[in-house]
């Protein structure tokens, strides 16, 4: 098995469990911080918020892996368009995962002291709470993971590496999944209504349909050597 085989498939591997680790995390946390005393419950659930925040760490890490990954083959397609990739798929998504991560955590000291003050003395803990929900829910990662995925699929489709078929796929659906980011900020979705659903499932499928592409399948052999010929030249 040569080496673009073998990154094919831990590409492929990263995806899904990134997005496997994603998924579960929103199940962990978002049943607790959407109840309407979401303070007390996250007090009493501090392990499901510990387990979300990591899980939402070990997503932002495996994803940054991909740009990693990806980079000596893209650079050979454009350079700058790969360094672009790693920028905002492997730093800034990284980074927003961390502060997510971050403000779930700090919520367990708050919440605490939240019960330990009791309803009449705690208007500030819930301001504080308040904060740090609101910074967690800033649509902030959809725009990095968009711009970030806009730069890969265009280097998908411009080194040929996969169908092209996949590869415009990802760019509808990635521009479905940024229009929600601008939608929640005019207050005409919230990040789980029904409608945000639908929005951002296409890009779901198209990332787990490529992700075992990639597994089974590998990259466009020709496209790979086209790529080194352009490098040696």
Request: proline fraction near 4%; aromatic fraction near 12%.
């Amino acid at each position: 098995m040569n080496a673009n085989r073998k990154t094919a498939i831990i590409v492929g591997v990263l995806f899904i469990y990134g997005t496997v680790a994603g998924i579960l995390s929103v199940v962990f946390i978002m049943p607790i911080l959407n109840a309407s005393d979401y303070l007390a419950k996250v007090a009493v659930n501090g392990n499901h918020i510990i387990i979300g925040a990591l899980l939402i760490l070990t997503m932002g890490f495996a994803l940054a892996m991909v740009p990693v990954m990806m980079f000596p083959i893209f650079k050979k397609h454009n350079e700058v368009l790969a360094l672009g990739y790693v920028v905002f798929r492997g730093a800034l998504e990284t980074f927003t995962s961390i502060v997510i991560a971050i403000s779930w955590l700090l919520l367990l000291p708050i919440s605490q002291e939240y019960v330990k003050a009791g309803a009449t003395n705690a208007s500030h803990f819930q301001t504080l709470g308040t904060l740090l929900q609101g910074a967690a829910n800033l649509p902030i990662p959809v725009f990095v993971f968009s711009l970030g995925a806009l730069i890969f699929y265009s280097l998908l489709y411009q080194s040929n590496l996969i169908p092209r078929w996949l590869s415009v796929w990802g760019l509808i659906a990635i521009i479905m999944h940024l229009a929600t980011g601008f939608l929640v900020i005019f207050g005409l979705q919230t990040g789980f209504d029904t409608s945000n659903f639908i929005m951002n499932f296409p890009i779901f499928l198209q990332e787990m349909v490529m992700a075992v592409w990639l597994i089974v399948k590998g990259f466009n052999p020709s496209a790979i050597a086209a790529g080194s010929k352009t490098n040696i030249q």
